[in-house]
């Protein structure tokens, strides 16, 4: 069974950062386009950015320029750089496959951009 656990979320004000990690388990990792998404309070969840196993990524127009996405496939770990942080990018971020999750998703990690 595949579990994807995310971690590094946390209160941040304005224009700081922060860096997320999801840790895959089993195999689907170095065969998958992984992606991060966010689900911000009473809104539908959204594709943020996607990065396939060979490393080319593409972003949401609202993080581009500002996240950067990233992987490492010997840990089957995924990254997310988050930097010039707004408040709208309060959501909690889940990881899973792209373009489409394909897997259950996991409890995801809370981002909170004070203003």
């Known amino acids: 069974q595949v579990q994807l656990v995310e971690s590094g979320g946390g209160l941040v004000q304005a224009g700081g950062s922060l860096r997320l990690s999801c840790v895959a388990s089993g195999s689907i990792f170095s065969i998958n386009t992984m992606a991060w998404y966010r689900q911000p309070p009473g809104k539908q969840r959204e594709s943020v950015a996607t990065?396939?196993?060979?490393?080319?990524?593409d972003y949401a127009d609202s993080v581009k320029g500002r996240f950067t996405i990233s992987r490492d496939n010997s840990k089957n770990t995924l990254y997310l750089q988050m930097n010039s942080l707004k408040p709208e990018d309060t959501a909690v971020y889940y990881c899973n496959t792209g373009p489409s999750a394909i897997y259950e998703w996991g409890k995801g990690t809370l981002v909170t951009v004070s203003s």
């Open positions: 990065i396939t196993r060979r490393g080319i990524t």
